[in-house]
């Protein structure tokens, strides 16, 4: 779209990631997008826990790990569990819900 003022185009953020990161469901793409998850999650992680006024190594404490592990965990620069994510958040008094969206398929879940 042309702004007839300035004659700059513009463009979506989600036309900019086809172009640049390659479009949904892509290998490239898919990638981009789990790792923007786990960096929102760590993001979350650091902004419960000084919420709660509690430091790297008292929340560690609470789970049994080292601050560094902690550390890691809110920036991001490690591979983690989903167990890991709950303890870290039942530490933290917060309650954890996930959400599954099975695309394009039959299956049926009984609940």
Known sequence: MKNKE???EM???DKIKDE???EVGTVKRTLYEQELQIEILGDLIKKVRL???MTQEELGKLIGVQRAQISKLENNTTNVTV???LRVFSAL???VNFNVEILNS???IAG
């Open 20 to 22: 640049f990161i390659g």
């Open 6 to 8: 300035n004659e700059l």
């Open 106 to 108: 039959n299956v049926k």
């Open 83 to 85: 167990e890991t994510i």
């Open 93 to 95: 008094k917060a309650k």
């Open 51 to 53: 919420e709660r006024n």
């Open 11 to 13: 463009f979506s953020f």
